[in-house]
């Protein structure tokens, strides 16, 4: 099933927000997790950038998807290289005020690499998501990198902290986890 996904705009700051008129699945997670990956692994084209990208790294990206019934939002990604103060407060600014004021926020989608499972900003995002009482599910990524053994360690963790939300492994080499990743979204859009 090819869905239609195109780069709308990039807000460096949550003035640029565009106006919350429209659902929107925003990806959250640390930089280097797979979420512009995600994205392309779900429309099945490269329309996101990596947050190696130079200018992509602290800017929320909005994609328009099925000709703007909903959107998809690249949240930036905290934790990747050294980064100065000014940087992790731009950082929090605009994931912060994201969480907390916008209104047309259907489902967040957590990104976790599941070789390391939960890191400190993890669990910071998963506090917020809950202190502002937002639907979301847990996407494990890069799971093709994992043996039987390793995943049921990741397994293991992932559930300390999260013992019964709904968890998704996830590769974008093997495709695994694509289809449960659609079923969320349109299930979370058509309620
Ligand atoms: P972002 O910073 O969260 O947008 O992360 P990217 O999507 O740019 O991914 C970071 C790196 O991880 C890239 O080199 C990707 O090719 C790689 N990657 C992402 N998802 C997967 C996956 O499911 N499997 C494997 N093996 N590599 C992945």
Request: hydrophobic share 40%; net charge positive; with cysteine.
């Amino acid at each position: 099933m090819a869905v239609a996904a195109e780069f709308m705009l990039s807000a460096p700051r949550p003035e640029h927000f565009p106006k919350p008129d429209t659902p929107e699945v925003a990806l959250l997670g640390r930089s280097n997790v797979g979420k512009s990956t995600l994205l392309n692994t779900l429309v099945g084209r490269k329309v996101a950038f990596s947050s190696n990208t130079p200018g992509r790294t602290q800017a929320a990206n909005f994609y328009r998807v099925e000709g703007g019934s909903f959107r998809v939002v690249d949240l930036p990604g905290y934790g990747y290289a050294k980064v100065s103060r000014e940087t992790v407060e731009g950082w929090k600014q605009i994931v912060e005020s994201y969480l907390l004021s916008r209104s047309c926020l259907a489902l967040g989608i957590l990104l976790l690499d599941s070789r390391r499972a939960w890191m400190e900003s993890d669990l910071l995002l998963k506090e917020w998501l809950e202190f502002h009482q937002r639907r979301y599910v847990v996407v494990a990524t890069k799971v093709d990198k994992l043996n039987q053994k390793e995943r049921n360690q990741s397994q293991r963790a992932i559930r300390e902290q999260y013992p019964s939300g709904e968890l998704i492994w996830f590769s974008a080499v093997t495709g695994q986890g694509v289809k449960e990743v659609w079923q969320t979204i349109w299930k979370t859009l058509n309620q």
